[in-house]
């Protein structure tokens, strides 16, 4: 009897601990570092590779999506594959967040959402899911010119394309391109 609760006390601890190393992780992302500066650690690290020709992502990642202009790329080897492709992403109060460091950890050819609901109270569709981040944020087939509820809404074509090439630790990086060519020290057309 002592060994199982025990046992049981040390495999809540044990998730405890993995709770709060993911938050933790998961923070950096999009946490503003301490001292009151505007640029995480994830984003200069990002910010010291290059950025991936005609993109504002560097050439590390797998998915970038610009949220000043709605669209979106994807790439290997720092080279774009597809895109840009014109996306929405989330409205007000419910924007998608910015980060250099996420990474895919979920697909679902049809998710059913347990954020948004339409107007009869059912579950939206989000067929073609690749999630990035907490909270539900994906890529997922949806209207591109509708604003979403911080996913990223791309036509059909492009959902099953994002979904069949993005893999599971695969990285994503969302910017605004003002931003990130301001904090790389270049102009609006990405020269010195």
Known sequence: MGRTVGRRVMAAVA??????????LAGQAFAAPAGGGDETAAA??????????????SVVA??????????????????????????ASGGKGEETPVGHSLNVYRKEEMHLSNESRAADGTPDEMPWSVFFEDGGIAFHSGNPEVASAGCIH???????AWYAYLQIGDRVEVVKKSEELAARGLSADGND
């Open 62 to 87: 797998k998915a970038c999506v610009d949220l000043e202009s709605q669209q979106a790329w994807l790439l290997e080897d720092g080279k774009v594959t597809r895109g840009p492709v014109a996306i």
């Open 44 to 57: 200069r690290t990002a910010r010291a590779q290059p950025l991936a020709e005609g993109t504002p992502c």
């Open 15 to 24: 998730v405890g601990v993995a709770v709060a190393a993911s938050a933790l």
């Open 154 to 160: 791309l036509e059909t074509d492009d959902a099953k």
